[in-house]
């Protein structure tokens, strides 16, 4: 577990070649990360064998103040979408099938990232108890085995209200302050839009996979599995029959793409 900041610097400055360094938030054991942005670079990995190397940490950012970030070749990247933008065009792979394909996935990819991502977690944190957000910090340490530090612990652990009012501040400035049943309206609308989508494709934008599966497990798999104890709106919209066929396609991604070690992957890190 890396817990130090080093701004501008590299982390593996005895790097492999062509090794990429995947530094994230830890996970639980029913999560290889809590940030859906982490879990989606590592299954686009993973999707394309792409050897990588996780690093977990706490308090380590990338150039642009956050986590993941990926180090490959002494070089640092930043924002899981440009991350995988780089990595695509590094490793020459076929992104999507056509331009129509590309355009449709990047729309998903927007509102996944984006809408979902903070109606999911205005759910998850700002309708919760504290109490609920300290037992879901103190299962992430539980899960990997990691005592943080005095210090650490008393600004990051202890600052939780803050964490929550600047969580809050960012969901209510991207969508507006409404009720919390009009936010679990957005989200079932998100959620219903992408089973729309999805149909009876295998997957989102066909029979073939693409970046764009890999961030709707990110964050819908992430949101679902993390902790499971702690119940959201987006719990129930996936445990509904009207739902049914999209939690079957984030449980046939989940096994695609990580089988049995989704449970147990931020052991590996």
Do not use: W
């Not at 944190?125 to 005592?147: P, Q, T, Y």
């Not at 961030?215 to 509904?240: E, I």
Request: proline content about 3%; glycine content about 6%.
């Amino acid at each position: 577990m890396i817990l130090g900041k080093k701004e501008g610097k590299l982390y593996e400055e005895n790097y492999e070649n062509d090794v990429v360094y995947l530094f994230q938030f830890p996970g639980t054991k029913t999560s290889p990360s809590i940030s859906p942005f982490s879990v989606k670079v590592e299954a686009f990995y993973r999707l394309h064998n792409i050897k990588y190397k996780k690093r977990n940490t706490i308090l380590g950012r990338g150039t642009n103040g956050r986590l993941p970030f990926v180090e490959l070749n002494g070089e640092i990247i930043s924002d899981s979408q440009i991350i995988i933008r780089r990595l695509t065009e590094k490793m020459q792979l076929q992104a999507y099938q056509d331009a129509q394909s590309a355009a449709v996935g990047h729309t998903i990819d927007r509102m996944l990232d984006n809408h979902t991502f903070k109606t999911v977690h205005l759910c998850l944190i700002i309708h919760s108890k504290l109490d609920k957000l300290g037992a879901l910090i103190e299962r992430i340490a539980l899960s990997n085995r990691v005592v943080i530090p005095s210090a650490s612990a008393n600004k990051e652990i202890h600052s939780r209200v803050d964490f929550h009012s600047r969580l809050e501040s960012r969901v209510t400035t991207s969508i507006g302050s409404i009720t919390e049943e009009q936010y679990k309206e957005l989200l079932r609308n998100d959620v219903l839009q992408l089973q729309t989508i999805l149909g009876k494709n295998k997957f989102l934008l066909g029979e073939e996979p693409t970046s764009f599966d890999c961030t709707a497990l990110g964050q819908l798999g992430v949101a679902y599995y993390t902790t499971p104890s702690l119940r959201t709106s987006l719990h129930d919209l996936l445990d509904s029959d009207e739902c049914t066929d999209l939690k079957k396609y984030v449980e046939r991604r989940k096994e695609s793409i990580y089988g049995i070690e989704f449970f147990y992957a931020h052991a590996k890190a």
